[in-house]
């Protein structure tokens, strides 16, 4: 020790007084385990800058970065049954439900939400993964209905976000049937001729992957996303085989013509405001009206 550390520091603390470091100020890379400095990050959409991971996001910051300016309007989704089975295991789904709503200041797994994207009006739809794993209940599939009601009204195109572990349990049969539900939902937008645009995140799977999901007009991927129904270890020992590299990740899968491209998040809105350009509707012009000609 030197008359440096044993008096001369702590003298300057003194004088300057401690200063508290706020524990959120930086964050690691998952994928590349490099620290990055917490504004940097959000800076950068939640992009690793090191490596390019594209780190999970919640469904309050999709709509920020995809709607223009981050300005949005969200609706109230349809209010539905909180415990229709009285679901308990090791806990009361009532008591979970209670704790995601207070993790994400949310009432379930789906965020809707409506404004312009490249000035044309758009609605979006996310998924919030942190809510009970982005699991598909009742709420979920009634705001996909609500969501796709509103694209028609509007004359307007619907974006969905997938982030979601697939079926929630604890609302057994009835989450199972917001699969077909969620179906209809999408055959309202087709039966209108508008846009359904799915943006695939990390994780997209079980039932969401197996309806609404796979059913977009385009179908994107963020890169690295995994989307698959059954995990790979389920499915390697059912089919006894060893499965290839990269497997159900997006790049894999775009390889394979199940995703058309895989999108950058930072390039996520340019190429959202083309594609609705491209897809707009194609509103049948009405037909010339036929004047017989009456002889003389």
């Given at each position: 020790?030197?008359?440096?550390t044993?008096?001369?520091?702590?003298?300057?603390?003194?004088?300057?007084?401690?200063?508290?470091?706020?524990?959120?100020?930086?964050?690691?890379?998952?994928?590349?385990?490099?620290?990055?400095?917490?504004?940097?990050?959000e800076?950068?959409?939640?992009?690793?800058?090191?490596?390019?991971?594209?780190?999970?996001?919640?469904?309050?910051?999709?709509?920020?970065?995809?709607?223009?300016?981050?300005?949005?309007?969200?609706?109230?989704?349809?209010?539905?049954?909180?415990?229709?089975?009285?679901?308990?295991?090791?806990?009361?789904?009532?008591?979970?439900?209670?704790?995601?709503?207070?993790?994400?200041?949310?009432?379930?797994?789906?965020?809707?939400?409506?404004?312009?994207?490249?000035?044309r009006?758009?609605?979006?739809?996310?998924m919030?993964?942190?809510?009970?794993?982005?699991?598909?209940?009742?709420?979920?599939?009634?705001?996909?209905?609500?969501?796709?009601?509103?694209?028609?009204l509007?004359?307007?195109?619907?974006?969905?976000?997938?982030?979601?572990?697939?079926?929630?349990?604890?609302?057994?049969?009835?989450?199972?049937?917001?699969?077909?539900?969620?179906?209809?939902?999408?055959?309202?937008?087709?039966?209108?001729?508008?846009?359904?645009?799915?943006?695939?995140?990390?994780?997209?799977?079980?039932?969401?992957?197996?309806?609404?999901?796979?059913?977009?007009?385009?179908?994107?991927?963020?890169?690295?996303?995994?989307?698959?129904?059954?995990?790979?270890?389920?499915?390697?020992?059912?089919?006894?085989?060893?499965?290839?590299?990269?497997?159900q990740?997006?790049?894999?899968l775009?390889?394979?013509?199940?995703?058309?491209?895989?999108?950058?998040?930072?390039?996520?809105?340019?190429?959202?405001?083309?594609?609705?350009?491209?897809?707009?509707?194609?509103?049948?012009?009405?037909?010339?009206?036929?004047?017989?000609?009456?002889?003389?």
């Amino acid at each position: 020790m030197s008359w440096l550390t044993e008096f001369v520091r702590p003298r300057i603390r003194t004088l300057l007084g401690q200063r508290e470091v706020p524990e959120n100020l930086w964050s690691q890379c998952p994928a590349c385990q490099q620290m990055i400095f917490s504004k940097e990050l959000e800076r950068n959409l939640r992009v690793c800058t090191h490596c390019g991971h594209h780190m999970r996001a919640g469904a309050t910051e999709r709509l920020d970065w995809t709607f223009d300016d981050g300005k949005y309007t969200r609706i109230e989704l349809p209010k539905v049954p909180t415990d229709p089975l009285g679901f308990r295991d090791g806990k009361k789904y009532v008591d979970r439900l209670k704790e995601s709503r207070a993790k994400t200041s949310l009432d379930d797994a789906l965020v809707v939400a409506h404004g312009t994207i490249g000035g044309r009006k758009s609605v979006v739809a996310a998924m919030e993964f942190e809510f009970m794993g982005g699991s598909m209940g009742a709420a979920v599939g009634e705001g996909l209905v609500a969501a796709a009601k509103l694209a028609v009204l509007q004359e307007a195109p619907l974006i969905v976000y997938t982030a979601s572990g697939g079926a929630r349990m604890q609302e057994g049969a009835v989450s199972l049937m917001q699969m077909p539900r969620s179906i209809i939902a999408t055959l309202m937008l087709k039966d209108a001729r508008l846009p359904y645009i799915v943006v695939l995140t990390d994780p997209t799977t079980g039932g969401v992957t197996a309806s609404f999901a796979m059913l977009g007009d385009i179908q994107i991927a963020e890169p690295g996303a995994l989307i698959g129904f059954a995990g790979a270890r389920v499915i390697e020992q059912t089919v006894r085989e060893t499965l290839p590299e990269g497997f159900q990740r997006a790049e894999y899968l775009h390889e394979h013509g199940i995703v058309d491209m895989v999108v950058k998040r930072t390039d996520m809105r340019a190429t959202l405001g083309r594609l609705i350009d491209l897809l707009r509707p194609l509103v049948p012009e009405p037909a010339n009206e036929i004047v017989p000609v009456q002889a003389e």
